[in-house]
Every structure is written in C-alpha cells, then in structure tokens.
C-alpha cells in the first residue's frame, strides 16, 4: 500500500508565558490510501496538535515546528506556500472538530456554507451544479434540501456536525483529519454519525486520520492505531494487534485495562496509574518509564529505539534485546 501521509519525527513546542511546551517529540505515523488510522492518547498527549499541523492550522506565533517532514503523496506540507496549502484545504485534505462552531459561521445559511466551500475549490462549476450539488450533500449526510435556509442555531448538536461533515466531504478529499468528531454528541447520534462516516468512506474511498478517547470506536472503525503518549508515538500496529495481539506497548496495555475485554465494549481509556510528565520538560529516557511497571534503570536513562515486527511498531526497551524485534 501506498502512503498518502508520512509524519517524519515531528517536532512541535508552544511557548507560553511560562515557558515551553513541547507537545510534539519526534512523532512518526502514516496513513495509507483508503484506511483509517486512529489516533489515541491521554488528554494532552499532542493528538489536536499533530493533526493541525498536516493543514498549517497551529496556533501563531506560540506554535513552532521545530523539526520534521509531513509528506502528503511525497510532497512536504511543511515547505508548502501558503497558497498551496490553501489549494489542498478542503479540497483534497478536510478537517472536522470536535466542536462544529469552529467550522460553522452562525451568521450565514447552512446551504450556503455548503455551497461556498464548492465555490472556493470548485470554481469551473456552475451555479446550477453548485446548487444540486451542495443538496445531494445535505441529503447524504442526512439533512433533508429543506433545511438549506436554516442558520446553524436552529440544529441540533448531531446536525450541526453533519452539516460540519457535508462541508468537509463536498470536494471528496483523500485525507480526511476527523478530530474528537463525535465526543461532544449523545451515544445514539454518535453511533449514527460515525456509520455514516464509515459509509461515506467506503463510497469516496477516502483515507482518514480518527482521532479519539474512545476504544470502542476505534475498535469499529480502524484498520490501524497509533498510541499517542507525551507527544510521541509509543506503538503502531494494525486494530487485530493492537487489541488482540500478544504483545503490546506497557503503555498501551495500561490503557486497555489490566483485563481486556473479548468484545471491545471497554469505551474509555481506563486510566493508567500515575501522572503525566510535565510537558515543559524533556526526560532523557522512555516518556512513560515513571509510570511504567516494568521501568529499570535504562528506561530512565536512554530513550528508546522504535522496532518493529512487520508493521507492528514498539518504542520500548522491553523489545530491544528480541531478535524478531528489529530496529
Ligand atoms: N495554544 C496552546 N498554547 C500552549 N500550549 C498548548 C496549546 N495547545 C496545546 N498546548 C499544550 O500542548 C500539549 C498537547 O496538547 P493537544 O491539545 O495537542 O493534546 P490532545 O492530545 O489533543 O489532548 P485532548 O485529548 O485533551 O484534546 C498539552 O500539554 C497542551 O497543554
Ligand atoms: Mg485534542
């Protein structure tokens, strides 16, 4: 398989009125064509940060990108124009939030919202296309062409992230960057809004990078996972390895619980015994050796390498001296 994304060891810090914070730390991960990575991690662990750099979205002038390459079809995101990463914004790489207001402005028509997205990326279309186009997006994603004239205030919580997700699809991008999309919504709509965008994928052939707390939904929604810890990405692995494989990460099997469950009902992370450290400070070892119950010396020492079992990635010392672990 192709990647239609590489991440290479990524660097991101905030300076704040208290100093630095480093959020990003030499993050590796890629996303082929077609699937659905997820990406999960403790609040804070750098997963919103990582996503808003692929589309030049940090925060500024407290973000920096210190180092690192984000490769979109082997060309680097990072060393693109402003106007060229505007081109690939919503065109052939969308993102959807958490909170839909970040994408809805309440002082227009949802229709119209729909529409100038098509207007912006797609100008050799009509206004006619336009029109029938932005409808048959509403109506995919579940909203009837009658609520065209509608202000975002008059929908509901699920609705106003489906108008989110119309805007997000109508150029049929290739990467789709999906942020917390479904945290904020009731269980029941939540359920609905992700079979859809299951379905939409399956119809656009669409990649996408799902970020979330949530286990059973990534359970019911990746192919692969990354484990986002302290800004570094601990252990990658396909969902069957990841969930029902033999070995894991100690980080990743914290989260999972002492106990897995046979049917990936767990829905949150469980929560992993300790603190985590102190983003304003590098440690000179593994990120997660102070909570990690097998830490020894060299834990606290030396960072470890990544090593990888086919495509089954572990950045830990537990792995460094198996022969089938390589680096
Ligand atoms: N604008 C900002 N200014 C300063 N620090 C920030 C800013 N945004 C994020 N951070 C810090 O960067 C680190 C990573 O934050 P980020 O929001 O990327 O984490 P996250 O994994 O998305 O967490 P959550 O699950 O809570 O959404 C955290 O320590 C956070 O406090
Ligand atoms: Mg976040």
Not at 35 to 47: D, Q, S
Not at 123 to 137: D, H, S
Request: aromatic share 4%.
């Amino acid at each position: 398989m192709e990647d239609l994304l590489r991440i290479e060891n990524l660097h991101i810090s905030y300076r704040t009125m208290e100093g630095t914070v480093y959020a990003v730390n030499g993050v590796n991960l890629s996303v082929e064509k077609g699937e659905t990575l997820g990406l999960v991690g403790e609040t804070g662990a750098g997963k919103t940060t990582t996503a808003l750099s692929i589309l030049n979205l940090l925060p500024k002038p407290a973000a920096s990108v210190d180092q690192g390459r984000i490769l979109f079809q082997n060309r680097d995101l990072l060393a693109a124009s402003k106007r060229e990463i505007r081109k690939i914004r919503g065109d052939r790489i969308a993102m959807i939030f958490q909170d839909p207001m970040t994408s809805l402005n309440t002082s227009f028509r949802i229709g119209n919202q729909v529409a100038e997205v098509l207007r912006i990326h797609r100008k050799e279309l009509g206004k006619r296309e336009i029109e029938e186009r932005t409808a048959r997006l509403l109506e995919t994603v579940g909203i009837g062409r009658e609520r065209w004239d509608d202000y975002p205030h008059q929908l509901s919580g699920g609705m106003k992230q489906r108008v989110m997700i119309a805007m997000a699809l109508a150029c049929s991008p290739e990467l789709l960057l999906a942020d917390e999309p479904t945290t904020a919504l009731d269980v029941t709509i939540q359920a609905q809004v992700l079979q859809l965008m299951r379905h939409l994928k399956e119809e656009f052939g669409m990649a996408m990078m799902l970020i979330t707390h949530d286990l059973g939904v990534v359970a019911e929604n990746c192919e692969r996972v990354a484990v986002l810890y302290a800004g570094e990405v601990l252990e990658t692995g396909t969902a069957e390895e990841i969930f029902d494989g033999p070995v894991r990460h100690p980080y990743t099997e914290g989260l999972l619980g002492a106990i897995p469950s046979p049917d990936h009902k767990i829905s949150r992370l469980s929560p992993v015994a300790g603190q985590t450290p102190d983003p304003s400070k590098l440690l000179p070892g593994c990120v997660f050796a102070p909570r990690c119950p097998h830490c020894s010396k060299r834990c606290l020492e030396d960072k470890p390498k990544e090593r990888q079992r086919g495509g089954h990635r572990i950045k830990c010392h537990l792995f460094a001296d198996k022969a089938e672990w390589r680096e």
